[in-house]
Structures are given as structure tokens and as C-alpha cells.
């Protein structure tokens, strides 16, 4: 199983990339671990998430496929 | 009819010109009131350093999708609104240059302000829009919004 992520804000930063494919990230929860593993930074930062260009809360389980975006605090305006 | 624009986001900065040609392309004799907001970026100065411009990036999509539900939510609140245009600049806009628009439109001026300062909260905690502020000796930092 695959997904796409794609990295905003200051996660651009800390992970050195816009976007990176991941395999056998099954959820959230799963996801998080990775980041903080291989980000430790990331472990201070809050977002939000989207999945397929759409914004969701809770958990959160993947499918084969999913673009999955990462979002920091919104700063527009 | 209620007047929305379509593309929301611009590469680079707002230009004085495109705010009287919004007001020229609405032609529309409901209205008779307007209310303008202009963002405009601002040297500020932290730790001895001047900011000199932001760069704005975004999810456009998702600018896309929350943008029309600030339309619906805004228009559903103020009966009386006839128009909402909202632009916002990605990419790098210099300090004194101009990087939102933000007008609407209404037949009376009772509605305008405070759906002009509503819309503008939405759009600062819906839309998926960050900055970078770079400083006079080109370092940066990422910045979050400060309350009003």
C-alpha cells in the first residue's frame, strides 16, 4: 500500500520537501509516529490534515492511493 | 444575481489598477454601497531585523473549497449583500505592496462593515495559506496570525 504526502508551511522546512511516498502507512496514528521518527521537530508542531484535497478530523484510516496533506496553522490574510 | 469572483488566488502582487477594474466588471445597479479591504505587507521590525517581503504559499484546492463556503456562509448571514470579491497573492510580494483584496457589495450600507470583517476572519482560519517573512539580512521566518 502506498500514499502520497505532501508537506505545507513550515513542514516544508522540517521535512526538506514538499512531498515524499510513503508505503505501509496504514492511518493517522501511523503517520505521526513516522514524522516524529524521522522529524523529531515535527513533534512540537501542530496541523491539520486533508486527505484527498479534503479537510478531516479524528481518526483516521488510508487507502492505497491517498494524497494526504499535512497543514500547519493557516497564516492568509 | 449574487456576484462571486472565480479565481481567488494571484501569482505575485495585487496591483492598484485591479481593484478599479473589479469595481468597473461588477456593473451590477443593486448595489449601493461598497466596503474595501486592502492587506498590505508591512515592515515590520523583530530583533533589530526589517522585514523586506513574504512569500505566501498555498493548498489551492482546499483555498478553492473553503473560499466558495465563505461565500455561501456570508451571503446566507447578510440578506441585503449582493457581492463578496476575494483575491489573495501567493508567491513573493514586497513590503508596501499589496497582497489581499477583500470587497463586497451591498443595496445598502447597514450589512457592509460587519460582513466586510466577518469575511475577513474566515479567510484568515479557513483558508490554507502560509507566509514567510523575509528579513533585510535574507534570513526568514514563518509566521502565524496575530488576533486583529
Redesign the interface.
Known amino acids: 500500500m502506498k500514499i502520497k504526502v505532501y508537506f505545507f508551511g513550515i513542514l516544508t522546512d522540517v521535512t526538506g520537501s514538499n512531498e515524499q511516498e510513503l508505503k505501509d502507512i496504514e492511518n493517522l496514528s501511523a503517520l505521526k509516529s513516522w514524522l516524529w521518527r524521522n522529524y523529531p521537530k515535527s513533534k512540537e508542531m501542530d496541523f491539520q490534515v486533508a486527505v484527498n484535497k479534503k479537510l478531516i478530523e479524528g481518526k483516521i484510516d488510508f487507502k492505497n492511493g491517498d494524497e494526504i496533506a499535512l497543514l500547519p496553522p493557516f497564516a492568509g490574510g | 444575481m449574487l456576484l462571486q469572483n472565480k479565481n481567488f488566488l494571484q501569482e505575485g502582487p495585487i496591483l492598484p489598477d485591479q481593484i478599479s477594474d473589479i469595481i468597473d466588471q461588477v456593473k451590477s445597479f443593486n448595489i449601493g454601497a461598497y466596503a474595501l479591504f486592502l ?1 498590505q505587507v508591512r515592515a515590520d521590525t523583530i530583533n533589530h531585523k526589517t522585514v523586506t517581503e513574504i512569500e ?4 489551492p ?2 483555498v478553492e ?1 473553503e473560499t466558495c463556503g465563505i461565500f455561501e456562509t456570508i451571503f446566507n448571514q447578510y440578506n441585503d449583500l449582493q457581492l463578496i470579491h476575494i483575491t ?1 497573492s501567493t508567491g513573493k510580494v514586497k513590503v508596501g505592496e499589496i497582497s ?1 483584496i477583500v470587497l463586497v457589495g451591498s443595496k445598502h450600507r447597514g450589512p457592509v462593515f460587519k460582513a466586510l470583517e466577518e469575511t ?1 476572519e474566515l ?9 514567510k517573512e523575509y528579513f533585510n539580512d535574507d534570513s526568514y521566518t ?4 496575530t488576533p486583529q
Open positions: 492587506g505566501y504559499s498555498a493548498y484546492e482546499i473549497n489573495h489581499l475577513l479567510i484568515k482560519s479557513k483558508l490554507p495559506v502560509w507566509k514563518w509566521t502565524q496570525n
